[in-house]
């Protein structure tokens, strides 16, 4: 009997099929695993036909309605593994069949395929362009260099006529992928041997021969980073019946090897751009804490109630429900796990106080002591030296460092200010209250006198974090091997957290790793938003030096984002409307757009109008379901860590973006005021890094000037 694998490739076309095809597709499936080759060649509904003028003679077309054709690598080698590699319009599938060719990649004996008629139609010309070139890309490479990476003839051909990195882009598509992955490394600067022991070696498998030339099923077995071998009907059902999540079983080598590293000496640093598969790689993580010991407890936390859920959920999907390992897992936020803490050792806790109240609060104490601040200077000092600090006396914060604040305080003025701080902590006191860092600050203490809860902490979305909350996070596992696993990204930081992880006792020099491929948005799209943070310098996670997204880039491709803006706020909506059900129209699905502002107002009225003009909507605050269908609305805010095939960002206007009154006057602060607008323009980046493949800005009179030229 043949044995039936799945391309990459196959999942990308598979996902987006209408349900009928979908069944189609099942059916052609099971004759696979149901007949014999010589049958399944006879088989008249299955139509296995070659392709003629295929480049590669083990290309086959078969059929799959009236519309729509697989296309199947068949062997020819006596083995009998056929591959699915796409389904196609009827129309298309010949000519997409007949250009492209797999082959084995020398060094790293994974299947691979490129587009062979486009390279050689374009090298030729490329050839004339690049002797006329003063500078080639990969000049300083020899040839037995890129041979022992696994470049091919007809690929270092290619590789000679290219001058730069926007070129070698332009052919990432017609590229095999090992190859062409070998090649953004070298062009990112990471030395020959670096690529050999990160992309090589990783996908080597132990065993290679000497022969790179074995059969084409030897081949799809070493190919576990693009493939998957189905190996009965049972399995053939359950992954053509769920919706295929690719992280689950494809991981890229720079994610594979710092999940499942078998252990790390202490606390480990996993950074990345949007999309790169830092929480891919917490979750995988997770799974290769709970299956390398039995006992073992986990702790999985993310910023928001609304990130738990999703995560309890794909972790649900990557453990395969499996009970026992779920039960052994605590996925919830840092406060949620800090309230829990506070309220099962004391036995209550008071409720926080939101940002308003907390505001007026600092309003009152300023009146009663008659102090010379504004609201917002006394909050911040607060929140980034009393509880960053932990001061919990006039002697600690007389002597306290204030680094990082932007305004000097004398002692006499830090004496009037002190007071400040007892009479405000003294009115939550009366009014039975606290704040969420309170609630932190009271959990690490109780944590510290007694034991750890947990063995690993694993924690995504780190950058937002207050050294309160990693103050809890360190007393709820001892320091040890495999403590914590962080990860996060400085360039989405929106809540103006300053952190110094060392001086927290966490430790992570010589354990940090940068992911750098994103697998969420086309290029076009994140080549236009990293250009939101390119004049900026970031500090990095753990607050050591600064960071940087050098590298960062993504293999889709897509159309450019539409950037507009509009004489008046009612033309902008109404162009949101016509956008949204324009993308309806194409067939995506209200619940995979995300429309986001940075303010309730503006979201409100465009749930109005979106709402008048028929079109579902959902607001993520409700936290709706994937069943509840709608076009998803949020603040800026609220769509950290979220993610959309379309995106509508508004009101991205001058004066909105950023937000006066959010930002400290220079005058008061002048570092605060620097951090507060990184903040507001983090805030942008995030916002516009959700969207899969189609992005929109708009705003109205005077763009923000955040938004690229
Ligand atoms: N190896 C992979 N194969 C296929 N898809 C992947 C892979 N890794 C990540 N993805 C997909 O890419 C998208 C982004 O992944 P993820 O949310 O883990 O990124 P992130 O770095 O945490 O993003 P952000 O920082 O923006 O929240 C998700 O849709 C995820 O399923």
Not at 71 to 94: E, I, K, M, T
Not at 371 to 389: D, G, K, M, N, V
Not at 426 to 454: F, I, Q, W, Y
Request: with cysteine; net charge neutral.
């Amino acid at each position: 009997m043949p044995q039936l694998a799945f391309a990459g490739s196959f999942w990308e076309s598979y996902d987006v099929l209408e349900k009928p095809v979908r069944a189609g597709v099942r059916k052609a499936m099971q004759k696979f695993q149901q007949l014999t080759v010589p049958e399944l060649h006879a088989d008249k509904g299955l139509h296995l036909e070659s392709v003629e003028n295929a480049r590669d003679p083990r290309m086959r077309t078969i059929r799959i309605n009236d519309f729509w054709r697989g296309v199947v690598l068949a062997p020819d080698d006596g083995s009998n593994v056929f591959l699915l590699v796409n389904v196609v319009p009827h129309d298309q599938a010949y000519s997409w069949a007949a250009r492209r060719m797999y082959t084995t990649n020398s060094a790293t004996r994974a299947l691979e395929v490129r587009n062979v008629v486009a390279i050689e139609e374009l090298t030729p010309a490329l050839e004339k362009a690049a002797a006329a070139s003063d500078s080639l890309l990969f000049a300083k490479y020899s040839d037995t260099v890129l041979r022992e990476l696994g470049i091919d003839d007809q690929v270092l051909r290619a590789v000679r006529t290219i001058v730069d990195t926007t070129q070698l882009r332009a052919f990432e598509t017609l590229l095999p992928e090992d190859q062409c992955e070998v090649l953004q490394y070298l062009a990112e600067g990471f030395s020959p041997e670096e690529v050999y022991r990160d992309v090589v070696a990783e996908r080597q498998p132990v065993d290679a021969g000497p022969d790179p030339d074995e059969s084409l099923a030897v081949a799809i077995a070493n190919t576990t980073s693009r493939i998957t071998l189905v190996t009965g009907p049972d399995e053939l059902v359950h992954i053509l019946e769920k919706p295929f999540a690719a992280w689950r079983v494809f991981l890229h080598p720079s994610q594979r090897r710092v999940a499942y590293r078998v252990s790390y000496r202490g606390p480990v640093q996993v950074t990345g751009g949007p999309g790169t598969g830092k929480t891919v790689a917490a979750l995988h993580r997770v799974k290769h804490l709970l299956t390398r010991s039995p006992d073992t407890r986990v702790l999985l936390t993310t910023f928001t109630g609304v990130l738990a859920a999703s995560l309890r959920e794909n972790l649900s999907v990557l453990l395969d429900s499996d009970a026992s390992l779920l039960a052994r897992t605590d996925v919830t936020t840092v406060n949620a796990y800090a309230h829990g803490i506070v309220s099962r050792i004391d036995g209550k806790v008071h409720s926080p106080l939101g940002d308003r109240e907390e505001r007026q609060l600092w309003q009152r104490v300023i009146k009663n002591l008659g102090l010379p601040w504004p609201e917002q200077f006394l909050a911040q000092e607060y929140r980034h030296i009393i509880l960053a600090q932990d001061l919990r006396s006039w002697d600690e914060y007389r002597v306290a460092s204030r680094r990082g604040r932007g305004s000097a305080l004398s002692s006499a003025r830090r004496e009037q200010l002190w007071p400040a701080v007892e009479l405000f902590e003294s009115m939550l006191r009366d009014r039975k209250a606290t704040t969420h860092l309170g609630v932190c600050a009271r959990a690490a203490e109780l944590l510290a006198a007694s034991s750890p809860t947990h063995d690993h902490v694993v924690v995504d979305e780190a950058q937002d974090l207050h050294p309160a909350q990693w103050r809890v996070l360190r007393g709820a596992v001892s320091p040890s091997r495999d403590d914590m696993f962080i990860t996060g990204d400085p360039h989405q930081r929106i809540y103006d957290s300053r952190v110094s992880l060392g001086s927290l006792g966490i430790a992570v020099t010589g354990r940090t790793h940068r992911l750098r491929v994103n697998y969420r948005s086309t290029e076009e799209i994140l080549s236009w938003a990293t250009g939101i943070m390119s004049q900026v310098s970031v500090d990095d996670l753990a607050g050591d030096s600064s960071d940087s997204l050098a590298g960062y880039r993504s293999l889709l491709h897509g159309r450019r984002p539409h950037i507009k803006g509009y004489t008046s706020e009612q033309a902008e909506i109404a162009a949101l409307v016509e956008r949204v059900q324009g993308w309806i129209n194409q067939g995506i699905r209200p619940s995979e757009i995300g429309v986001c502002t940075r303010f309730n107002v503006l979201l409100d009225k465009a749930y109005d109008r979106l709402s008048a003009a028929g079109v579902p909507a959902a607001r993520i605050r409700d936290n709706p379901g994937p069943q509840v269908e709608g076009v998803r609305l949020a603040t800026m805010h609220a769509m950290k860590g979220l993610e959309f095939r379309c995106v509508a960002v508004l009101g991205v206007s001058a004066g909105v973006v950023p937000f006066a009154r959010e930002v400290t006057p220079a005058s008061v602060d002048a570092l605060q005021h620097q951090s507060d607008l990184l903040r507001e323009r983090c805030l942008l980046f995030v916002a516009c890094t959700r969207a899969r493949e189609a992005l929109a800005v708009s705003w109205t009179g005077e763009p923000s000037p955040f938004v690229p030229c």
